[in-house]
């Protein structure tokens, strides 16, 4: 199995009008990457080292996206709309390459896993020409139904086409399947179009490839690994699988997930055992957790990399490029982003850190901000090692606090601090006796006056 070569055709051209977007409909998103993505993943972790993409609607912006998250992929235009065999060999110049195997698949069932691809490949290798992936339902009004005898698949019928005896079948067909690549331009090619709509059928191949004597088997796979999507009430069912699936592999690696109905991850992310996450945390796409963190309630990271036991939260906010060293602390309402926040360094409240560096044990007091953009550029603030910044501080980038330097509350720091040095950056305090209190009373007049 290993030895055999296999092209993955993914059927990725169709409009999607029942999404109502201009995007094309296989490039809306299941946990932050493209639904089309996610079918491209599972066929290479079965085992594809070719990929085909059919496309048409949308077919730069589909070339744009490929291009991301399959870059070795050929792409191949369905200038009209006949039908899915007719779609399959667009690819025509992929296949004629011989490929040992062929999955077809399609672009907007995302839920597919490589087990269920597998298996069909395993029927290939054991002398099947043509494999269909079904699944089983209590409910199967709709569905092409899967007939077999003797142990051979013998046709896919629609439902329309089905006697009595047959819409009891409960099996029924996925769309996908895996064909022999040395019988599947033959095969295809035998398609014909005399039906109603006068299209080319991919369910056809069934009953040719038995008139030749072939073998044709179906394997089973779960509902949801045939989930299609058409609309964004059932993008949103298949995020919310997509989700619990993961939940369910997070906690069974040793991830405490306190309320896992709502945490949400990425597609990418990676998360370490041993770490807590409280409720309501979402995590975006490029998120690193090593083990031992703990991740308060609310917060949202996304493109950040936190390291063992660090703790973050609650209500924190880590963005892109945010980088938090061993026992490192980002604590309530505070933002982190283009920063490294070292060793046992604290961030403790209501904080901005941006394009930064806060050195090992140093502390960040409440309300600080580096003020690393002047409208035009970015610039850089360096904090050292065991420094202290007192509360509601401002650091103008660029900037230097030197190691064990010392910033007094309130302070707007314009120019670096030597190490250990004190520096404070703001005015000096006057006091007036009385005069709040004749404040008070003008303020009162005045007020008083606006309401005659």
Known sequence: MSQRSCLSVILAAGEGTRMKSALPKVLHQIAGLPMVAHVVKAAESAGANGQALVIGHGADEMRNAAAKFAPKAETFVQEKRLGTAHAV????????KGYDDVLVMFGDTPLIDSDALTAARLKLAEGAAVVVIGFRTPNPTGYGRLIEKGGKLIAIREEKDCS???????????????????????????????????????TDIVEIAGGQGLDVVATEASFENALGINNRAELAEAEGIWQRRRRRQAMLSGVTLIAPETVFFSHDTEIGADTIVEPNVWFGPGVKIATGAKIHAFSHIEGATVASNCDVGPFARLRTGADLKQKAKVGNFCEVKQAVIEEGAKVNHLTYIGDARVGAGANIGAGTITCNYDGYSKFFTDIGEGAFIGSNSSLVAPLSIGKGGYIASGSIITESVPDDALAFGRARQRTLPGKGKELRVRFASAAAAKKK
Do not use: H, P
Request: hydrophobic fraction near 45%; glycine fraction near 10%.
């Open 164 to 202: 009595d005896e047959e819409k009891r079948i409960t099996f029924c067909n996925a769309g996908m399947m895996a064909v022999a690549g040395g019988q599947a331009l033959k095969l295809l090619d035998a398609v014909g179009n005399k039906n109603a709509k006068g299209e080319y059928y991919l």
């Open 89 to 96: 060999l667009a690819a025509r110049d992929a296949i004629s």
